[in-house]
């Protein structure tokens, strides 16, 4: 298989759109997509500070390596969730956050600006690694939050998804960044659809999009770049980059209901290349003429008491009364 571009020996070839490319076109196709969706979705502009929520994963480290290449104001943010699994999970991959920086931070110094892009001209930028652990900012892991509440009971996810997303508008809030950015790919997107449309959820597919704006005044709007980009495109962009990740996925993910989505679909695309993206366009375009905005009811949002983050419930949010009980159930011991 020949690279389209140059003739020379192709490391990836991407059925859905007949297109096979070298290393080299291949790390200049993938700034060049990103930026497109960038533009398209309207997601963020030179001029706007972005936070992007790293995991130490292919896909949130390529985009961070993707936003900083194109010349946009990138932090990155790393949350230790205390998640062991028998592969000392969180403590890895926040090797990876950290090593992905130091090697950027020793590139940069080489070489200004790879490829130009909008933000370049800035002098004595340095992106930044922010790094919140729960452990020790709350006194308790995620799977020690999980094993005490109900929510969390016969797995930590929710606890988990409720956490990171309260830490994460907190960090970008508290820094003034204008965007949220995650490393969510084609294949997340799908599958999450998949879900979505099997259960005809109308309030979450109409909150599914490549942009959500920010809920209240003060809080950061959350964008997904990598939306339209397979995760074997990401893996692909990672590999031929030389970025090192974890290949670990969290030992809690294990069985979830995403990951057999995403087998069913990627046997779909298998057969029919294209099916993926098809499926996640076509959804698009359907949400941007409305199909599901009249289904959905608008949820009147409070501040939280305590945090002042958005809440559907009146008084604290449900994150606070997370950390509510386990102090009502210490006075109690006590
Ligand atoms: S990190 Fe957290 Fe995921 Fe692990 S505990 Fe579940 S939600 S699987 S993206
Ligand atoms: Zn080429
Ligand atoms: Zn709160």
Known sequence: MKCRKCGHEAVINMRQHKLALCGEHFLEWVPEQTQRFIEKYKMFTPDERVLVAVSGGKDSLSLWDV?????YKADGMYIGLG???GVDYSNQSHQMCERFLSNLKSQMANVKSETPGPGHGDSGWEPTLHVVDIAEMYGETIPDVAARTTRGRSKPCSVCGLIKRHVMNRVARD???DVLAT????????????GNTLAWNAGYLLRQAPVLPADKPGLARKVKPFCRLYERESAAYALVRGIEYIYDECPFAEGSTSIAHKEILNQMEKDSPGTKLQFYLSFLRAREQGLFAEHAGQVELNACEKCGQPTSAPGLCAF????ERRRTDALQIL
């Open 67 to 71: 936003l900083l290449r194109l010349g």
């Open 83 to 85: 998640i062991d699994g």
């Open 175 to 177: 820094g003034g960044y």
């Open 183 to 194: 490393g969510h790919n084609l294949d997340d997107e799908a599958a999450v659809l998949f």
């Open 320 to 323: 606070c009364r997370l950390w």
